[in-house]
C-alpha cells in the first residue's frame, strides 16, 4: 500500500516513515504543495494521502479542494489546527479523517487501516498483477495503465463488476447494443475479448465454452 504524506515536520515525516514501514505500508513524503503537485501529475498508485494543513506554500484545504478531491484519493488531514470549525470543514470538504496533533500513531495507524480496508473493497479489484479501479474505470497491470478504448475499458468493467460469475455472450451483446447503439454479431465478441487480452497480457479473463466469459477471484 502506498500512502502520500505532505508534511514540513522532519521529526513527524521520520517518525511515520519507521512506523508504517514496520506495519507492511510504503511512505512517500512531500514536504510542500508544489512538490507534492508535481508528484501526483506522474503516479497514479496511491492509496492514501495524509495531509497537514498548514504548509510552507499553501493551504491543505486548498490544495485539497482544487487538486486532490478530483482525484478521489482517500485523504487524512493530519494538523495542529484543532478548533472545532476546522475539524467541520475538513470533514465537510470530503477528507476521510481529521486527526490533530500532537497524534497518537498508534490510533493513526488505526484509522490508517480503517480507511485502506474500506477502499480497497470498495474501489481496487486485484486479480494477479492487474488492478482494476472501480472509481476512474482504469486497468493497471504492475502499476502501470493499460490503454484501452472505451468500450474495451466498458467490457473489462462488466467483468470485474461481476467477479465470479459468468457473462453470457448475449449479455455481452445487450451491453454493447446499449453502449454504442450499433449491432455486433458473436464473432465480434471473439475478436473484442481477444484484443483485451493481448492488451492486459495476464490470463485472467476465463471462456466458459458455449456460455460467456468470466475472471475469478484470486
Known amino acids: ?29 512531500k514536504t510542500n504543495i508544489k512538490e507534492a503537485k508535481e508528484y501526483l501529475i506522474n503516479n497514479n498508485n496511491l492509496n492514501l494521502i495524509i495531509l497537514d494543513i498548514t504548509l510552507p506554500d499553501g493551504n491543505g484545504f486548498d490544495f485539497y479542494q482544487n487538486t486532490i478531491k478530483a482525484l478521489k484519493i482517500p485523504t487524512i488531514f493530519l494538523t495542529a489546527k484543532d478548533e472545532e470549525d476546522d475539524i467541520v470543514k475538513g470533514l465537510e470538504i470530503g477528507a476521510e479523517d481529521y486527526i490533530t496533533k500532537p497524534f497518537s500513531t498508534k490510533e493513526l495507524l488505526a484509522r490508517i487501516n480503517k480507511v485502506l480496508l474500506r477502499f480497497k473493497k470498495i474501489s481496487l479489484i486485484k486479480v494477479k498483477n492487474i488492478v482494476f479501479d472501480m472509481d476512474k474505470v482504469i486497468v493497471y497491470k504492475d502499476n502501470v495503465q493499460i490503454e484501452l478504448t472505451p468500450l474495451e475499458l466498458k467490457l473489462v468493467s462488466l467483468l470485474f463488476n461481476n467477479i465470479g460469475k459468468t457473462i453470457s455472450r448475449v449479455t455481452i451483446l445487450d451491453k454493447i447494443w446499449e453502449w454504442t447503439g450499433n449491432y455486433v454479431d458473436d464473432h465480434t465478441i471473439t475478436v473484442y475479448l481477444q484484443r483485451i487480452r493481448e492488451k492486459i497480457g495476464t490470463n485472467i479473463i476465463k471462456t466458459v465454452k458455449g456460455i460467456g466469459y468470466r475472471i475469478d477471484e484470486e
Do not use: A, T
Open 1 to 29: 500500500m502506498n500512502i502520500l504524506l505532505i508534511e514540513d515536520n522532519i521529526s513527524i515525516i521520520k517518525g511515520l516513515i519507521y512506523s508504517l514501514k514496520k506495519n507492511n505500508l510504503n511512505l512517500i513524503y
